[in-house]
Structure formats: C-alpha cells, structure tokens
C-alpha cells in the first residue's frame, strides 16, 4: 500500500502497565527505521491527543493494544478509512475515551485522513508495573514488520 | 416490596474504571454505590527509600490528566520539609503552569465529557456530528492548554520539566510571547465557552455541601494557601490529619474520606468558586455573574459552568502572569538534604490534592501519602446520588441510568488518580 505525503504512525498505550505497551513498542521499533515522510509518535491515548497526532496527515496507522476474548498477542486490523471499528474490539483505554472515539472525533469533524489503519494487540495481562507478555512481544515484532512492509519502505 | 436495581457496569466518560449501582426500593433509594475497581497502583510505597527529587517526576506518572497537580503538591510538600521557599518568577511560572493543566482539564471533560450530558448525545462522536464548529472549539482551547503544559514542562503529558525548588530550565520571555497571543485567542473561546454551558438546562437539584479548597489571601487558590470550609474550617496544611480521616469501604479500590467530625465534604470547582469567589480576576467573575452564577452555587449539574469560568481565569491569569515574568537568575533554589516531615496541598482540576512525605537524613523519603480529590469525592458522589436520584426515579430504567451517570459526571472523577492504597485483608476462615 503505497502512500504519498505524511504518513504518522501512532503506537498508543501505557509503558507501565503491562500489555498496554505493545502500541508504544511498534512505534519505537520503528523509529528510526522510516524515510522522512513518515512521523512517528507514542501516546497515552487520549482521544483529543490523538486527534492533534493525525492532523493533517495523509496516511494514519494507530496501533493500541486490545480486549475482544481473542488469546494474547493475536493481531487485529482494521482499515477505519471508511467504516468504524467493530464494536466487539475494544481498545484497552483506561481513559474510557481513546483510539476508537479518537477514529470517530476525525471521521465526524471531517479530519480522519484519507488512509487510516488500526491495529489492535490482544493483551492478556495490563496490571500495574507488570513487564509485557512474550505472546506481545513476538506480536509487535510481526506489527512493525506488516506496517513497515505496506507503508514505510515505499518511500515519499 | 417494590424492588428496582440500576446498574452501569463501566461508566462511560469518566477518567478509569468504576461502576455504580443503585438499589430503590418502595420508591426510596436504598443503596447508592459508586464502586471503583480499577487497580490499586501502591504509589506511596514505590516512593519509599527513593530520594526526595524523584518524587515530582514519579507522582506525575499518576494521572496522565492532571499530572501537573501531582507534581505540584509533591515540590511544595518537599520543600516544606526541607525549609525551602519558592518565590518570584518560579512561584509565577508554577502558577503558569497549573493555568495550562486546568485549561486542558477542564476543556475536555467541558466539551468531551459533559457537554454531551446536556445536550442529549451519547457522545462527543455525536455531538461533533451536528456541532463541530463548538468541538472544534473546545479541541483547540485544550490544545492552548497543552501548548503551555509542554512549553513550561518539557512535554504535553507527564511533564519532566519540574523539579523541587523550581525548574531544571526556565523559559526566557521570547519563548514566552507567542504563547501571550495563543492565549488571547484561548481567552475568548473560554469565554464564549462560559455563555455557552451557562444556557444548557440544568435539573433543579441542590444540597449544603460542606465545601473545602485552598484558600490564599490575594489569589485564586493553585498552589499555595490553607484549608477552609464554608462550615468555619481555616487550618494550616501540616493540620490536614487533625481534621479529615480516610477508611476503607468494601466496594472500592480507593479509600474514602470524610471530616474527623463525620460528614462528607466536596472539593473541586464548587468549593474553590464558592471560598474564593471574591480572588478571581474581574473578567471572570463578571462571566460568572453575566452566566447566572451567584457567589456560591450548590447545583453540582452547574459545576460544568463554574469549570468554564475557570478556565476563563486560568487562560486570563496565564496572559497576566506571561506579561509580568521577568527571567530567574537560577532556575531552582538550591537544596541541601536533612530529615522532616513536609505537607503539600494544591488545587488539581478535580479538587485539594494532598501530599505528606517524612525525610530522613540524607533525603531519602522514609513515608509517603497521597490523598487525590477524587477519593475524597467519593462520599459526596454517592450522597447525591442517594439524594437526587429519588427526584428523577419516574423515569424509565435508561433515562435514570443516564440521570446517575451524568450525576457522577459531575465531578469530573479521575478514577485512576484515586485508586492509590488498599489494604488487603485475606479472611482464610
């Protein structure tokens, strides 16, 4: 999937807490990886952050971790260029406000870009302090790889 | 006997994860439970033995909301143990500080959270549907708030910028300027943000809350001041354990807190409009009084006005403070070590935040205890709910849902904040 203009890659979560990391961990594999026209960015997750994070950028790929009863480190993904996120994936968010009402703040203001990807990592344990799952981490690994394979390595 | 429960297994549109359930029986309310299940987090005791200048950057990480209010009563309590006095242009830039936090607060649980409530949307997603230009509005009042937090803090979300005794860098007033004319703009979409929520339709709903904040002499309360109540209450930090006392309730993760004296008590932006309404600026105190407002308002349903009269005050205070500044010599006052005990109380956008720590020699912190507004709201929250929710029980099981739920909304709950100790009992029979 080749893109023209901004591409930003956004890995979302909480580095503290467990699986909540694995959007964060795709982000920073791939930083430093990618050619100029693509920004990539850690956030907690908060929908008006993610909002800003998009603004005007052509192509937008989020990656949260997530809870729909799937066996950890299963990868989810959506294309949300036209259609919401099924309701049954919830992206983990302790804000009660993050990747998806971020999706449909853009998509209802007219501002989601024209491309936009959501990848979803299954966690399977979010507490506190706790260190990312092995299942995570070979799940970021093949994340970073698939988005580095459809957008980055296409080149401006 | 006429039984009928209300439940909302995970509240929407509050900070964290909590429930709540309602139980009416022959028309009355029997139980009203705010129940928070979110995780205990042990912050107090991750801060033992770690030293004094770590627990800015430590605390912040416990609320992405409002890390600043936990940085800010963290320094204070420090440097109140250590017989430290933060003056001038890093009081000011503090102040600043707190101004962006509250802006960017306020503004999304304002235009995100709560408007949504009033004006019959299940969501901000709804309500940009037919509002955006008003949505558009409040993202880009928020984001003066976070242009601030990320110039004076490092960064938008946990701030790494501040330290005990000041700041490791101070801004010079050319970095300041453009923030000046940001904030101008901020200025009037707060005030028109103040017009806006003051015409929403309020339910009728009143109680005598005992109301507590910070209060200062000359200012608006952030950082700096003692403990008042509307009921005579006027004590220094250091006494906050003579008067307040937390217990644990079985149906929560966050501990409760009540006066010595039985009672609960409300803080946030009720009590800090109705104790200091006289210390805001003009323009927001004619806001106020152009919205409606008395000196003292009593309707939780109405706190989303006062939230936006404030942060009417923190963007025109911020300007004031931007104009006046006039660069430290020293970023920071300089610190030596030694043992005691040190309180901090400072007014985070949900209400008094409060930080106790006990030093020892070489400035390692032997005790820490963190005591979030919200945790403090819990009492409060279920009382109105106890007491209000008998007034809309005629409604259908989902209009009373939205009735409890928009209740809680009221006070802004940072759920993730207030979960912060729990002590576990194991009963093995």
């Known amino acids: 999937?080749?893109?023209?203009?901004?591409?930003?890659?956004?890995?979302?979560?909480?580095?503290?807490?467990?699986?909540?990391?694995?959007?964060?961990?795709?982000?920073?594999?791939?930083?430093?990886?990618?050619?100029s026209n693509v920004e990539v960015r850690e956030c907690a997750g908060e929908a008006t952050e993610l909002l800003a994070a998009m603004a005007g950028a052509s192509s937008a790929v989020l990656?949260?971790?997530?809870?729909?009863?799937?066996?950890?480190?299963?990868?989810?993904?959506?294309?949300?260029?036209?259609?919401?996120?099924?309701?049954?994936?919830?992206?983990?968010?302790?804000?009660?406000?993050?990747?998806?009402?971020?999706?449909?703040?853009?998509?209802?203001?007219?501002?989601?870009?024209?491309?936009?990807?959501?990848?979803?990592?299954?966690?399977?344990?979010?507490?506190?302090?706790?260190?990312?799952?092995?299942?995570?981490?070979?799940?970021?690994?093949?994340?970073?790889?698939?988005?580095?394979?459809?957008?980055?390595?296409?080149?401006? | 006997m006429a039984t009928r429960t209300i439940k909302v297994d995970y509240l929407a549109r509050v900070e964290g994860e909590a429930s709540l359930k309602l139980v009416v029986r022959d028309g009355r309310v029997d139980q009203a439970q705010l129940s928070i299940f979110e995780p205990p987090r042990?912050?107090?005791?991750?801060?033992?033995?770690?030293?004094?200048?770590?627990?800015?950057?430590?605390?912040?990480?416990?609320?992405?909301?409002?890390?600043?209010?936990?940085?800010?009563?963290?320094?204070?309590?420090?440097?109140?143990?250590?017989?430290?006095?933060?003056?001038?242009?890093?009081?000011?830039?503090?102040?600043?500080?707190?101004?962006?936090?509250?802006?960017?607060?306020?503004?999304?649980?304002?235009?995100?959270?709560?408007?949504?409530?009033?004006?019959?949307?299940?969501?901000?997603?709804?309500?940009?549907?037919d509002h955006g230009d008003l949505v558009r509005r409040g993202l880009d009042l928020k984001k003066a708030g976070n242009e601030i937090v990320a110039l004076l803090g490092g960064r938008e979300i946990h701030p790494i910028n501040v330290r005990v005794g000041?700041?490791?860098?101070?801004?010079?007033?050319?970095?300041?300027?453009?923030?000046?004319?940001?904030?101008?703009?901020?200025?009037?979409?707060?005030?028109?943000?103040?017009?806006?929520?003051?015409?929403?339709?309020?339910?009728?709903?009143?109680?005598?809350?005992?109301?507590?904040?910070?209060?200062?002499?000359?200012?608006?309360?952030?950082?700096?001041?003692?403990?008042?109540?509307?009921r005579g209450l006027d004590i220094a930090t250091a006494d906050y354990d003579s008067h307040f006392v937390e217990s644990h309730e079985q149906h929560s993760t966050a501990l409760y807190a009540q006066m010595?004296?039985?009672?609960?008590?409300?803080?946030?932006?009720?009590?800090?409009?109705?104790?200091?309404?006289?210390?805001?600026?003009?323009?927001?105190?004619?806001?106020?009084?152009?919205?409606?407002?008395?000196?003292?308002?009593?309707?939780?349903?109405?706190?989303?006005?006062?939230?936006?009269?404030?942060?009417?005050?923190?963007?025109?205070?911020?300007?004031?403070?931007?104009?006046?500044y006039e660069e430290p010599d020293h970023p920071a006052v300089a610190i030596t070590p030694r043992a005691g005990i040190g309180f901090g109380a400072t007014e985070a956008p949900r209400g008094m935040l409060f930080h106790r720590y006990r030093l020892d020699d070489d400035g390692s912190i032997a005790e820490a205890r963190i005591i979030p507004p919200t945790s403090q709201n819990q009492a409060s929250i279920e009382e109105d709910l106890a007491n209000y929710a008998e007034g809309f029980l005629d409604l259908p099981d989902e209009a009373l849902r939205h009735r409890c739920e928009q209740t809680v909304r009221n006070y802004d709950p940072c759920i993730s904040c207030a979960t912060h100790f729990l002590r576990l009992e194991v009963d093995r029979g």
Request: charged residues 25%; contains cysteine; negative net charge.
């Open chain 1, 1 to 35: 999937m080749a893109t023209r203009g901004r591409l930003v890659v956004i890995g979302v979560g909480n580095p503290d807490r467990g699986d909540d990391a694995a959007g964060r961990m795709v982000a920073r594999r791939l930083a430093g990886r990618v050619n």
């Open chain 2, 42 to 129: 042990f912050f107090e005791a991750m801060l033992r033995d770690r030293d004094f200048t770590e627990a800015p950057d430590i605390t912040a990480r416990i609320c992405g909301i409002c890390p600043v209010a936990y940085q800010m009563s963290s320094v204070h309590a420090m440097e109140n143990a250590l017989g430290v006095t933060v003056d001038g242009p890093l009081r000011a830039l503090r102040r600043l500080l707190y101004c962006g936090e509250w802006i960017e607060s306020h503004t999304l649980h304002v235009y995100m959270l709560h408007a949504p409530d009033f004006l019959g949307y299940e969501g901000s997603v709804e309500m940009a549907r």
């Open chain 2, 166 to 230: 000041g700041f490791y860098r101070v801004p010079t007033k050319r970095d300041l300027a453009p923030l000046a004319e940001r904030l101008k703009r901020a200025r009037e979409a707060a005030l028109a943000t103040v017009q806006w929520t003051a015409g929403f339709d309020f339910p009728d709903r009143e109680r005598d809350y005992t109301f507590v904040s910070v209060s200062h002499p000359d200012e608006y309360p952030f950082n700096e001041g003692r403990i008042v109540s509307n």
């Open chain 2, 260 to 324: 010595r004296d039985g009672g609960s008590y409300l803080l946030g932006p009720l009590a800090r409009y109705a104790l200091n309404h006289d210390r805001l600026r003009p323009l927001a105190r004619e806001a106020a009084r152009d919205a409606g407002l008395g000196p003292v308002c009593r309707n939780p349903y109405r706190s989303i006005v006062v939230r936006a009269v404030e942060v009417l005050q923190a963007c025109d205070e911020a300007i004031a403070l931007i104009e006046a």
């Open chain 1, 63 to 156: 990656i949260d971790a997530c809870l729909s009863g799937a066996l950890p480190g299963t990868i989810h993904r959506f294309d949300v260029s036209r259609d919401p996120m099924p309701s049954a994936i919830r992206p983990w968010s302790s804000h009660g406000f993050g990747v998806g009402e971020a999706v449909e703040l853009a998509r209802a203001l007219g501002e989601l870009p024209p491309v936009c990807i959501v990848y979803g990592v299954e966690g399977g344990c979010f507490d506190p302090g706790a260190a990312p799952t092995s299942e995570i981490a070979v799940a970021v690994k093949e994340v970073a790889d698939r988005i580095f394979g459809d957008f980055v390595n296409e080149g401006p």
